[in-house]
């Protein structure tokens, strides 16, 4: 069966430290991966999705990036993180087929920026 | 902006009543999703509802899809203290990337004992 992990589950950082979040998928090959922010009491924003290694689109401009060095590895970054960068972070993968359009969520990384 | 938006932004009901959620979007879409989040945790993915289709059940879950009215509607039969989290409807639009999912705003649903 197909698991999606994220790490870390929670971070503190202080304003203008870097950021890494990675998220890995098992269990599935090819799939398409999306990083999503969550603010407090809201919805989910698209922030980035791949649908092959090295391929990356940029839904908001931010200072934040995303990677994928691996085929089941999906990375967050930033240089410098801003105090609006606080979120809940969500990892979600998706069957490469266009006709499986389920999401599977990650269990999220709780970011606070100071 | 955002493609759905959820309708009540919150609910409190007894256990053992029904819980109606609706959804309304703004563009044609292939199929329509709907998630559950329990506070803190991922997304789960409860039912999906395709375009053509205007029903759809899955245990004590019952979807509804009127693409005319461009809305969906989520029911919880039977409702228990588990069923308290917040749901979303998702869109995947029609045009678009595949599985580019669009989320509503969620609505909260508090099930009291």
């Known amino acids: 069966s197909q698991t999606i992990h994220q790490w870390p589950a929670t971070l503190v950082q202080p304003v203008g430290s870097p950021l890494s979040l990675e998220c890995t998928v098992e269990?599935?090959?090819?799939?398409?991966l999306y990083w999503y922010r969550q603010a407090a009491g809201r919805g989910l924003q698209l922030l980035f999705y791949s649908v092959g290694i090295g391929q990356i689109s940029s839904e908001v401009p931010q200072n934040l990036s995303a990677s994928r060095p691996q085929d089941r590895q999906f990375i967050l970054s930033s240089k410098k993180l801003l105090l609006s960068d606080s979120g809940f972070y969500l990892c979600?993968?998706?069957?490469?087929?266009?006709?499986?359009?389920?999401?599977?969520f990650g269990p999220g990384t709780r970011l606070t920026v100071l | 902006s955002q493609q759905g938006e959820e309708d009540p932004q919150a609910l409190s009901i007894q256990e053992g009543e029904n819980a109606t959620m609706n959804c309304s979007y703004k563009t044609s879409i292939n199929n329509l999703q709907w998630y559950r989040q329990n506070s803190g945790r991922g997304l789960v993915h409860l039912i999906l509802i395709r375009s053509n289709e205007r029903e759809k059940h899955s245990g004590r879950l019952r979807v509804t899809l009127d693409t005319s009215k461009k809305s969906s509607s989520l029911l919880i039969t039977a409702s228990r203290a588990a069923d308290t989290a917040s749901y979303f409807c998702?869109?995947?639009?029609?045009?678009?990337?595949?599985?580019?999912?669009?989320f509503g705003t969620g609505t909260l649903l508090a099930v009291q004992p």
């Open positions: 998702a869109t995947d639009r029609r045009g678009g990337a595949t599985n580019k999912l669009i």
């Open positions: 269990g599935t090959s090819n799939p398409n």
């Open positions: 979600a993968w998706s069957a490469g087929l266009p006709s499986t359009d389920t999401q599977y």
